[in-house]
């Protein structure tokens, strides 16, 4: 008897990876019934009684088109035909950072109530190889460093995602194999979002410099965690071992600077920094205290901190300056 298609097999494959460390657990599974989400659920419904794992879809109706709740209730009643149990939810997006930012910070935050309230081990997610590859670039044109590059995690403390192996062509290829009507969503196509014009400019990269590029950017990702996360160990260990200010001048410059330059962050966040705010350009006056000593003053950092130097230590004060 022959077997799957080889697009399906491929999905089912790493859902099963995925759902194994969840055995007799409860899942959440995001869907909003595009082609990757739909082939992850689908994925789900097949491996998930086969590993004891009872999974629940959840459907985030961001509102963002007039239509919206139609094609909610359109996926839902396509997954429930899978014997998936199925829940709409409805969020409120706001403004602050975009409308792709606002309604990604919704959404996950919608899954992680809903997971917290079903006791659900896991939140699985549909992003593919195709979307690892748009976050390289993404995180290359910004140049936001080695954690950037690093890309999405397989496993990234609650959200789970199986399918970062599989193409989007291939989670097309599952949905027509097996016969399952999928959502395009015009916003995916719309050059407003910067996701988009990143994707496009993947496609014409891709036919310019060769096939593989979508690849190459996916092994970048995973060379790149790898790296991340021992410089984050060892930023994690520097900051156990010198505690809190005032700091030796000497002993933070014998750090390795990527590991120094992670020590700030965690530091100063411990005492109250903003994180989000602590952007390079701080970091790098913070460094400049250490490395281009020349008596300079203090520098002021998100969160009310001053950070200044005297008599061979770093010392935290509050800041003087209104933020």
Not at 205 to 234: F, K, M, S, Y
Not at 272 to 282: E, K, V
Request: with cysteine; net charge neutral.
């Amino acid at each position: 008897m022959p077997g799957p298609d080889p697009a399906v097999a491929a999905v089912r494959l790493g859902v099963r990876r995925a759902l194994a460390p969840h055995r007799a657990r409860r899942v959440v599974v995001a869907c909003s019934g595009g082609a990757d989400s739909t082939a992850l659920a689908a994925a789900v419904a097949f491996e998930a009684p086969k590993l004891d794992v009872d999974p629940v879809v959840v459907i985030v109706d961001h509102g963002l088109q007039d239509d919206s709740a139609q094609v909610a209730a359109q996926v839902a009643d396509r997954l429930r035909r899978l014997g998936l149990d199925t829940r709409i939810e409805r969020v409120a997006v706001g403004a602050d950072g975009g409308v792709e930012a606002a309604a990604r910070e919704a959404r996950y935050a919608r899954l992680r109530e809903v997971a917290a309230r079903i006791g659900a081990a896991a939140i699985l997610l549909g992003h593919t190889r195709d979307d690892q590859a748009e976050t390289v670039l993404l995180g290359l044109v910004r140049g936001s460093g080695t954690r950037s590059l690093a890309g999405m995690a397989p496993v990234a403390g609650d959200l789970v995602r199986p399918l970062l192996e599989v193409t989007r062509a291939q989670t097309r290829a599952a949905c027509a194999a097996e016969g399952h009507e999928f959502w395009d969503d015009p916003h995916n196509d719309d050059p407003r979002f910067l996701r988009v014009r990143v994707r496009r400019a993947l496609a014409h990269l891709e036919t310019d410099l060769g096939p593989g590029l979508i690849v190459g950017l996916a092994r970048t990702a995973d060379l790149a965690r790898q790296d991340a996360d021992h410089l984050d160990a060892e930023a994690e260990a520097a900051r156990t071992r010198l505690g809190s200010a005032p700091w030796p001048v000497d002993t933070l410059v014998d750090l390795p600077v990527a590991v120094r330059t992670r020590w700030w962050r965690r530091a100063l966040t411990d005492a109250g920094a903003t994180l989000a705010d602590l952007s390079s350009t701080h970091v790098r006056w913070l460094e400049a205290l250490l490395t281009d000593w020349i008596g300079q003053g203090p520098v002021d950092v998100p969160g009310g901190l001053r950070v200044v130097r005297a008599d061979g230590l770093v010392h935290l004060r509050r800041s003087r300056r209104v933020e």
